[in-house]
């Protein structure tokens, strides 16, 4: 946990998304666990990461793969234990990793003690309240209370046997919490108390723009795609006003702690100047900048995105964090390989075939723009072995619950939570004990990208990470600040950062000529010479 300087550490850190259930599985069942995790630290510290963010690792019937909690202050069996979880926070920590834990405050498992006892309770009940039990319309009230609908398709609102309908802006299973309840407000701080008592360093916070709704709970009038975030400001369940409160709670919580605790909010909202009001002071200290994520592979859609975050962050005080994938998108080696670039991933109806080739070698130099940016970066398990999208899962063996609310219109997101291919030429490649059957199948083809494979290959994706993670550590340069932008011919971003770094990104689709330099640190492919190509980046001590 070394720090570069007196800056709190999630300034300027690097985050490690662990999908825990494709990650490392130690008792051969087929999925990921704690105790894997803790047998593959060595590899996160070598790689150089400051933290590690563990997805959801409660109680949960894992309709939604873990984002349905039955439990918020236990540990699935599947996973491990609480006190194996406990071994793992100390044992991260004593490798120099931080530990943040994924929260999921907006709704709980339908097998949450709270649901099942307001089943139990009835209509009007206390136990009803903590949820969002309404009447249905028209007569005998069988049609849902509104038009809302669930981001993984179909209503947003299922019937109860005695008439009344309950809201999930998610899966049936996963019914939303009512936040204007005060014991739910409590019982959460009461969560993060727990987890801060045992060592963690911070939370992600899921949906973290969806938790308050608007009392009346009018139509909202819109129909978006499955997993397609609103663009609106004033929707009637996402981004109120009111969540803010809450955070500003959260905050507080959090302050009661040594050792600068922080949060990291997943909000999907309409613009910069909206995101950083959840980092505004008082509040929250991170979120994703899915902006960034979301944005075109094209020099003027990034420069935008790189200016207006860091003009609406700067203005709040709060650092920036930079995100190209995550457990929820496309991998963005598929994105960038293919023509359409924008957004989370290819329309549904694409039929472009991928070029791996040319998204591997852009994802390598959006490594290095990522990575250069001031604040903060995450870095989703499996980019740094630059793996693809699997686009090919069977049918019958799809997971995640978009394939059948979308009415099979969907496939989902699991083609990016294959588990991790470690070593090896055949599957299980490392990831569990041999024989072993995946919880989704990998793709034999995997031995190449295999962390194994790919150790002391000075030109694979995982050795470019590792140069660029050490050297971040190492240039005072890197990490929070600012930067300054040079002139460049179109298509080129050229910008320093001070002391004496310089980056180059060429999308010009012609050959750029680097500006005077003292040495090249690092560079996303070969250079002919200070000429660099096309879909290239580099890193220039000046
Ligand atoms: O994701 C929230 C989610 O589905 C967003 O991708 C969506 O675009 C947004 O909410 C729309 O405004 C989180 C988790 O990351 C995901 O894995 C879970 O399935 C989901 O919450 C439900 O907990």
Redesign the pocket.
Known sequence: MQEKDSAPWWRSAVIYQIYIRSFADSDGDGVGDIDGIRSRLPYLRDLGIDAVWITPWYPSPMV?AG?DVADYTGIDPMFGTVAGAEAFIADAHGHGLRVILDI?PN?TSDRHAWFEAAMAAGPGSAERDRYVFRPGQGEDGALPPNDWRS?FGGSAWTRVPDGEWYLHL?ADA?PDLNWNNVEVRHDFEKVLGFWFDRGVDGFRI??A??LIKQDSLPDAGETNDV????KRDDHPH?DRDGVHEIYRDWRKVADRYDGDRAFVA?A?VSGPQRLARYVSPGELQTAFNFDYLRAAWDAASLRTVIDSSLEALAEVGAPATWVLSN??VVRHVTRYGRTHTEGRGPRADTTEPLDLALGTRRARAAALLMLALPGGAYVYQGEELGLPEVEDIPEELLQDPVWERSGHSARGRDGCRVPLPWSGDAPPFGFGPDGVTTWLPQPESWGDLSAQAQAGDANSMLELYRAALRLRRDLPALGEGSLRWHESPEGVLLFSRTPGFVCALNLSGAPFTLPAHNDILLASGPLDGDVLPHDTAVWLAV
């Open positions: 939604d984002y999921v709704h981001t998610f996963q899921d949906v723009h969806g997993l397609e975030p609103t996402w997943e999907w457990h929820d």
